[in-house]
């Protein structure tokens, strides 16, 4: 049985607030599952560097491979996670145990969003104070335009995996208020978003399609906020379908 691994982005993972809990691929995994895969979803820290993501990816991915030694293996990467994806495959050497990379809004040119947050986080006192608080954000850092250019110089997709990408797209109206902003900021430097993310800097590999909905959207969040309508997990569904069958015409 083929495999499918999700991998969340930025703040993934089942995150809690009070009595809220923020869950990414809400639903989305039981779709995929019911079209025949096998579907495993990774935890990994939710604001930590690429590097400290990545190897803890692979830490889990090691002690878990041999459940699904028996067929081919897509790791599904979305926003953030795309980025611990190509530098898991590369950096670390775990090409050989996949067959190909589909990353959704990653922000593979970075984001002028991380740029805007670096600039005010990377001031001496939030600085000191974030690290009084024990708190790791170099998420933020690593996504930045100038930080994604260094690692796209760096970072050599390896030949034994097959990339593809999704991007996204959502006008300003379509993404929750709490976005707005961040929609804008994007919007002025790179033009067409999904509220976080240049449609543009999601482009890697083969591009599949730009979805018209916003980055929140994209992982079925729970709870759910407004302009978040509708099921994203069919086109879950018919990318993994499109890609395996790609890999069985090779």
Not at 90 to 111: C, N, Q, V, W, Y
Not at 157 to 169: L, N, P, Q, T, W
Not at 233 to 247: F, G, N, V, W
Request: hydrophobic content about 40%; proline content about 5%.
């Amino acid at each position: 049985m083929d495999t499918i691994i999700l991998h969340h982005g930025l703040m993934g993972g089942g995150l809690r607030f009070g009595p809220l809990k923020w869950s990414s691929f809400t639903g989305i995994e039981r779709k995929i599952a019911a079209g025949g895969y096998r579907v495993v979803v990774s935890d990994v820290h939710p604001t930590a560097g690429i590097d400290t993501r990545a190897r803890q990816l692979q830490k889990w991915i090691l002690a878990n491979r041999r459940d699904w030694d028996d067929g081919r293996v897509l790791l599904v990467a979305h926003s953030l996670g795309g980025l611990d994806a190509r530098y898991l495959l590369s950096k670390l050497e775990m090409a050989k145990h996949f067959d190909a990379l589909l990353t959704i809004s990653t922000p593979h040119r970075g984001s002028p969003y991380a740029d805007y947050w670096a600039r005010h986080l990377g001031r001496k006192p939030a600085m000191r104070l974030l690290r009084e608080l024990g708190l790791d954000l170099n998420a933020i850092f690593h996504s930045t335009t100038e930080n994604c250019a260094k690692l796209n110089r760096e970072i050599i997709d390896s030949s034994e995996v097959k990339y593809f990408s999704i991007s996204a797209s959502a006008p300003r109206w379509r993404v929750p208020p709490f976005a707005w902003h961040s929609w804008k900021v994007v919007f002025d430097a790179h033009g067409p978003n999904d509220g976080l993310v240049a449609a543009q800097s999601a482009i890697w590999g083969k591009h599949l399609e730009t979805w018209p909905v916003n980055h929140w959207q994209q992982i079925n969040p729970m709870p759910r906020t407004t302009r978040m309508r509708g099921d994203i997990s069919p086109r879950y569904l018919a990318a993994i379908k499109s890609i395996m069958a790609e890999l069985s015409a090779r």
